[in-house]
Nanobody, 120 residues
Framework: VQLQASGGGLVQPGGSLTLSCAAS????????MGWYRQAPGNQRELVAV???????NYADSVKGRFTISRDSAKNTVYLQMNSLKPEDTAVYYC???????????????WGQGTLVTVSS
């Protein structure tokens, strides 16, 4: 199973950016999908998560500004980021709990990370 993230880049404060992450491979089902971020010198933190049923949860710091969504038919999760702030600068990682055709339990997989820089 591979997770391929894309969409990072440089954006000015107040701007918007959309991240995408597509899962591929021997996938039987995907439970939760989410986005995490890690800024220099900080620990990786949860940004947003979406369940297979569509329920969402957000970090307090991004509520009202970020929206997570998923296209289950494409095994893809998105993160729409609006009103970006310099403190949103970080490497963003996607995560998915995946059950493969050969596994009994869902296992977490990580994407490679995509850098988001918010700066004027």
């Amino acid at each position: 199973v591979q997770l391929q993230a894309s969409g990072g880049g440089l954006v000015q404060p107040g701007g918007s950016l959309t991240l995408s992450c597509a899962a591929s491979g021997s996938i039987f089902s995907i439970n939760d999908m989410g986005w995490y971020r890690q800024a220099p010198g900080n620990q990786r933190e949860l940004v947003a998560v979406i369940t297979s049923g569509g329920s969402t949860n957000y970090a307090d710091s991004v509520k009202g500004r970020f929206t997570i969504s998923r296209d289950s038919a494409k095994n893809t999760v998105y993160l729409q980021m609006n009103s970006l702030k310099p403190e949103d600068t970080a490497v963003y990682y996607c995560n998915a709990l995946v059950r493969t055709y050969t596994s009994t339990w869902a296992i977490p997989y990580w994407g490679q990370g995509t850098l988001v820089t918010v700066s004027s």
